[in-house]
């Protein structure tokens, strides 16, 4: 993640900064969210109009860093994904009725699925991008542990620890 001031460019000023894209293998990571926005889905052929969550998920890999956006759109048809992203921020559990919680998703962690969708832009260039295909039960469910790394050998392994003792 960059911590440069963002600006506009004059038309005459200079530039260095190459892409920092890595597209991630297909796999398990745990993530972090740094980023939620409200917004509003227009419709599409699957989808009628309805409000949507725009998330910003952070996965550290050992290729980098990465930030994902993932939207979640608040309508009956996707019901489940909504309930499998609390779960896996440990705000639901699995069977539980419960009322989202938008201001706890900032700084919220979790674990999901990955993979690589293909697409091609207007310059007909086929491309790919990292996209979440789902979203994780937590695993440990103890306070103060986040979701396991087994696993994923390429992640940090989990340390637990109990509070007040060293």
């Known amino acids: 993640m960059s911590d440069a001031v963002e600006r506009e460019l004059g038309w005459n000023d200079s530039i260095e900064k190459d892409s920092d894209f890595i ?9 972090k969210v740094v980023k939620f926005e ?3 889905h227009q419709g599409s052929e699957k989808l009628p109009p309805c ?16 930030s994902i956006i993932h939207n979640l ?7 489940t994904m909504l309930s499998s992203f609390f779960t896996s921020i440990g705000q639901k559990k699995k069977g539980e009725k419960v009322t989202m919680n938008w201001n706890a998703v900032t ?9 690589q969708d293909s697409w091609t832009g ?11 295909k789902k979203f994780y039960e ?20 989990q340390v637990s620890f ?5």
């Not at 759109?73 to 019901?79: D, G, I, P, V, W």
């Not at 207007?122 to 979440?132: A, C, L």
């Not at 109990?162 to 060293?166: D, E, L, P, Y």
């Open 162 to 166: 109990t509070a007040g003792r060293f």
């Open 107 to 115: 700084g919220a962690r979790g674990r999901c699925r990955v993979y």
């Open 38 to 40: 409200r917004g509003r």
């Open 138 to 157: 937590p695993t440990n469910t103890a306070p103060g542990t986040s979701t396991n790394t087994a696993n994923n050998p390429a992640l940090p392994q």
């Open 23 to 31: 597209l991630l293998p297909e796999g398990d990571y745990d993530f």
């Open 73 to 79: 759109f608040l309508h009956s048809k996707t019901e």
């Open 51 to 66: 409000n949507k969550a725009i998330l910003t998920l952070e996965i550290d890999s050992p290729e980098g860093s990465i």
């Open 122 to 132: 207007d310059d007909k260039v086929e491309r790919k991008s990292n996209k979440i």
